[in-house]
């Protein structure tokens, strides 16, 4: 057994033995971060110098045809002014095809406007980890001298508060997979603009106006294909016609084009050539293309030429189509290559075929068509699974290898999403899951880590069977990950299957059963089975104060959660002196300022607006808002709850 499988537990409430409470997450999963009071002045007065920004790439090449859709952009994201948009108008969305041209379309924008914004900001926002790690990004350009010694939370968590505390600024969300990711951004960044691109054209309603990104228009097609297949100088009237029909057959889609254009530059294959060895019939895709059947169709031809100059750069491609999209660093590809001349050949190589593009000296970036084309395949997982093996950090080392994980993270979890139609994954990948799945844990996000623990368990389940202990804790935990992301009837099941489990084998008492048989009670808290989470819950607290004490920290936030099941029944009676003890012992043991003590804090304030006793809540509730102020910004979600909290209990009892 991998020692870094030892039983323990996960989840926004998860307690075990030995292990410290976890910092509480609001109902929507966002983080809540203590940012040290240095921290907080250099968000307020660092400014962004002139020209300040990162933008994945270039925009000085090949662009044609979408002049009228950058006007509109511009139009729409200036309409509400620059200092404080707070309309939606202000957000503007491009989905479109795969391949049809979003990021590039918003890359230009973002480069011809460049300066009329105080910074510019690209992100790759598949994923809410992928959008931490940008903002993490922003902190480490403005902020080096606090920013380099820091998590990527605490990074994010600056990002933030500098972007509400100053104006004039574009932040590009690129890939957008589902737009209510954005929510938590667009509700409290409200003085720039924000452009996103997506593939799906729903789900924008609720979150900003969209503008459908189509295909271009044929002469626009021709005119990228020619000048990309014959740099330099203008077509001649046969490789017009001839690219003409090429841009037909290929339905006019931009990256289409733009692999076709590559090809015919690099081999000197002649236009109609290339159009025949396609095999397609012209006038059966003019219309409704689709676009992996041709991109398919190019790449066959492409990928030929690229294995006859290098066979290592097919391999690596393949790999590579079962990460995430936007920044693998170069170093992870290693293991696949003999030496770092190697791989820089064979990186050379698909970049020569516009196969890859590159992001500075360090990071490779896939076409996300060509990763579902290789995909389907069913090339290159194996390698994929080797190389993000040897790229795990070493366990629980999380400040020294902070920034490690936040380039791996994306592509474990790429890989794991891309790989769950394959089956339960080796036991070396399960053991790679789980590193992922517990360092995201530790830092608050167990909600994104479903994925991953599904994939341990089913690992679990083959290898060791289903009543083993390390399947019973990883089915704990993969329990806890289902009900912070909202699944709590599949967190019931699994809880109450390993309960049954832990009471049979382990016994009442033992910790990992106390572990289960709280998680269980929290859960019944959080779907409405109030009865019968409180009945569990006094079990549970009595027999956790015998076996680790009054203040263990299972024991605090056992008792937490039984006050806030005597709040939800109306046993306002009971659940005051377990508050204020509570508190008590927070502060002893946790200090003043972190943050479950000011979450108890918050919760005991509210039961004395309860039982109207307002005198002793308002000053709590001070309390609480200073700390917030501090720790969080003036406009963070939590502070502004907290700040109408306060004037709400002010007004109801006319104290101030």
């Known amino acids: 057994m991998n020692a870094e499988h030892a039983p323990g537990a996960s989840g926004e409430r998860a307690i075990a033995a030995g292990e410290s409470i976890g910092v509480a997450v609001s109902g929507d999963n966002a983080r809540v971060v203590v940012l040290p009071a240095a921290a907080v002045h250099w968000a307020r007065t660092v400014e962004a110098p002139a ?25 729409m994201l200036t309409a509400g002014g620059t200092a404080a948009v707070t309309q939606p108008s202000a957000v503007r969305a491009i989905h479109g095809l795969g391949g049809v041209g979003k990021s590039t379309l918003a890359l230009q924008y973002a480069a011809r406007y460049r300066d009329a914004y105080t910074l510019v900001w690209w992100i790759t926002a598949e994923t809410a980890e992928s959008i931490v790690t940008g903002l993490g990004g922003l902190a480490m350009a403005l902020c080096p001298q606090w920013a380099g010694a820091a998590g990527p939370d605490e990074r994010a968590a600056w990002a933030l508060l500098w972007l509400q505390e100053h104006a004039g600024w574009l932040l590009v969300f690129d890939n957008v997979e589902d737009p209510g990711v954005l929510r938590p951004y667009l509700g409290t960044l409200h003085r720039g603009h924000h452009l996103a691109t997506s593939r799906k054209a729903t789900g924008w309603h609720a979150v900003a106006p969209s503008m459908a990104l189509g295909l271009l228009p044929l002469p626009e097609a021709v005119d990228l294909l020619t000048r990309l297949a014959f740099p330099g100088r203008a077509p001649t009237r046969e490789e017009w016609a001839a690219a003409t029909e090429l841009a037909r057959v290929l339905g006019c889609l931009p990256l289409a084009l733009e692999q076709a254009g590559a090809y015919v530059y690099e081999t000197g294959t002649g236009l109609d050539d290339y159009r025949r060895s396609l095999g397609l019939v012209l006038d059966e895709v003019s219309e409704g293309i689709e676009p992996e059947r041709t991109i398919a169709r190019i790449w066959d031809q492409t990928l030929g030429a690229i294995s006859a100059r290098d066979p290592l750069a097919v391999r690596l491609l393949e790999a590579m189509a079962w990460m995430a999209p936007d920044d693998i660093p170069r170093g992870l590809l290693e293991p696949l290559a003999p030496d770092a001349m190697a791989l820089n050949r064979a990186l050379g190589v698909l970049h020569s075929y516009n196969m890859v593009g590159f992001s500075g000296p360090s990071f490779v970036g896939v076409h996300r068509l060509v990763q579902a084309v290789l995909r389907g395949r069913s090339v290159g997982r194996l390698d994929a699974e080797l190389v993000l093996q040897q790229g795990v950090p070493p366990a629980e080392e999380d400040d020294v290898y902070a920034d490690q994980w936040g380039l791996i993270l994306p592509h474990i979890e790429a890989l794991a999403e891309n790989a769950q139609a394959h089956g339960a994954p080796s036991e070396q990948m399960a053991n790679a899951y789980y590193a992922a799945a517990q360092y995201l844990f530790r830092h608050q996000r167990d909600a994104q880590t479903v994925t991953l623990r599904r994939l341990v368990l089913a690992q679990n389940e083959r290898d060791y069977g289903d009543a083993d202990l390390i399947t019973r804790v990883n089915r704990n935990n993969l329990a806890n990950a289902c009900a912070d992301s909202g699944d709590t009837e599949q967190a019931v099941r699994l809880l109450e299957v390993t309960l049954a489990q832990m009471e049979e084998e382990l016994g009442d008492s033992h910790p990992n059963t106390l572990t289960v048989r709280y998680n269980l009670a929290a859960t019944y808290l959080d779907v409405g089975n109030l009865e019968q989470a ?22 605090l936030v056992c008792r937490q959660s039984l006050a806030e099941g005597y709040v939800k029944t109306g046993d306002l009676e009971r659940a005051m002196p377990l508050l204020e003890t509570t508190l008590a012992q927070c502060e002893q043991t946790l200090g003043s300022a972190h943050f479950s003590t000011i979450v108890s804090r918050n919760d005991l304030a509210l039961a004395y607006v309860e039982v109207g006793d307002l005198e002793r809540a308002v000053p709590l509730l001070e309390a609480v808002l200073t700390q917030c102020e501090q720790s969080l910004g ?21 104290l101030g």
């Not at 406009?635 to 007004?651: D, E, Y």
């Open 534 to 555: 409180v009945s569990v819950l006094e079990a549970t607290l009595a027999q956790y104060v015998q076996a680790f004490g009054d203040t263990h920290p299972g024991t």
């Open 51 to 75: 020209g300040a920004g990162f933008l994945p790439g270039s925009a000085s090449g090949v662009f044609v045809g979408r002049e009228d859709e950058l006007a509109d952009l511009r139009a």
């Open 634 to 654: 003036d406009t963070h979600p939590k502070t502004q709850a907290a700040r109408s909290n306060l004037v709400w209990v002010r007004q109801a009892g006319q």
